[in-house]
């Protein structure tokens, strides 16, 4: 069992940049961050597989978020970047044990807790 710990959401306004981080605590695979607005479903934002050789982004946040991992700290990043009002949810970290990077919910086994993000205009 993988626990998973979220950090460094908070409030920033809009055009500014926050880096959340992803502890877990042990080995992970597959990793992705999600996101979810008041009223709206849990949507991805962005994965990477274990190499970090591969990833994939939701269209609405590339070319401004990066997601990154480091497998000696166990943990992996979210770099947001040109933030805008609409990334305002509760960001989540998610780990799979697969290899391949996934974008729906129901392909992740392990969930942290969530961080709130709040940009503001």
């Known amino acids: 069992q993988v626990q998973l710990v979220e950090s460094g959401g908070g409030l920033v306004q809009a055009g500014g940049s926050l880096r959340l981080s992803c502890a877990a605590s042990g080995r992970t695979y597959g990793m992705g961050w999600f996101r979810q607005a008041p009223g709206k479903e849990r949507e991805f934002v962005a994965g990477i597989r274990r190499t970090g050789s591969s990833t994939l982004y939701a269209d609405s946040v590339k070319g401004r978020f990066t997601i990154s991992r480091d497998n000696a700290k166990n943990t992996v990043y979210l770099q947001m970047n040109s933030l805008k009002p609409e990334d305002t949810a509760v960001y989540y970290c998610?780990?799979?044990?697969?290899?391949?990077?996934?974008?729906?919910?129901?392909?992740?086994?392990?969930w942290g807790q969530g961080t709130q993000v709040t940009v503001s205009s």
């Open positions: 998610a780990a799979r044990d697969a290899v391949l990077v996934a974008t729906t919910t129901d392909q992740y086994d392990y």
